[in-house]
């Protein structure tokens, strides 16, 4: 079974701040790695990765993906109360055209 | 401008009562997706469609049924037989290489 597993599940940290945000997969057949930031209600787009090593940036955020480790990072420097939100990693199936979420990080920043 | 809508964006539903939910793309996408949204859950996918005529099930889908009988819309109906309906349901739709999803904003169904 496919699965993604995001961690931690919540955090809380103080404007400024610099975070760090993981994500493991396991799928049959990996097609590509996406991260999604949900505010209130429509999840909207930040990266997808498709490559190891190849770190992805804009502005505060930056991305990076391990093939090898199966895994993501996504990081935020100099964090401001706008970023808190949810953020939603998902990977892509080579070949069934869906996505597959994993369960979210609950992102706090307090002023 | 391109989109996707969902309505209604709130939904009450009475115990028993079958209640379906609107979701249409103007994107000229082929594939579209409802995905139910439970706190700590992130997204788990009931349905999606890739092409007109055409769905499968996901990973939950029992208690619901879908319809795709136009590229713009994929209408979800929450039965009777979904014994825990309370969620957010939001629609995606995907382009041909299914990079990433355009989203909806979402409908909030709860029972009463």
Redo the contacts between chains.
């Keep these: 079974e496919d699965k993604v597993v995001?961690s931690p599940?919540s955090l809380v940290v103080h404007e400024g701040d610099t975070v760090t945000l993981n994500c493991s997969y396991e799928v049959t057949n990996f097609r590509?790695l996406?991260w999604y930031k949900q505010e209130k209600?429509?999840?909207?787009?930040l990266f997808?990765l498709t490559s190891s090593g190849i770190e992805k940036k804009s502005g505060r955020l930056s991305s990076i993906l391990d093939k090898k480790e199966l895994f993501s990072i996504l990081n935020i420097t100099a964090t401001q109360t706008g970023d808190s939100a949810v953020y939603?990693c998902?990977v892509?199936i080579q070949g069934a055209?869906?996505?597959?979420?994993?369960?979210?990080t609950r992102l706090t920043i307090n002023p | 401008d391109g989109g996707i809508t969902q309505s209604p964006k709130y939904l009450f539903r009475k115990e028993g009562q079958n209640v379906t939910l609107s979701c249409e793309q103007n994107l000229n996408h082929d594939a579209m997706y409802w995905y139910r949204q439970d706190p700590g859950q992130g997204l788990r996918l009931i349905y999606y469609s890739q092409i007109v005529n055409d769905f499968q099930k996901g990973d939950i889908a029992e208690g619901y049924s879908v319809s795709r009988e136009k590229k713009e819309s994929f209408p979800l109906t929450v039965t009777s037989a979904q014994k825990n309906p309370t969620a957010f349901y939001l629609c995606a739709s995907g382009g041909q290489f299914n990079y990433g999803y355009t989203f909806g904003s979402g409908t909030r169904l709860t029972v009463v």
């Design positions: 995001q599940l590509s996406l209600k429509a999840p909207t787009f997808m939603l998902a892509g055209q869906k996505l597959v979420f994993g369960q979210g």
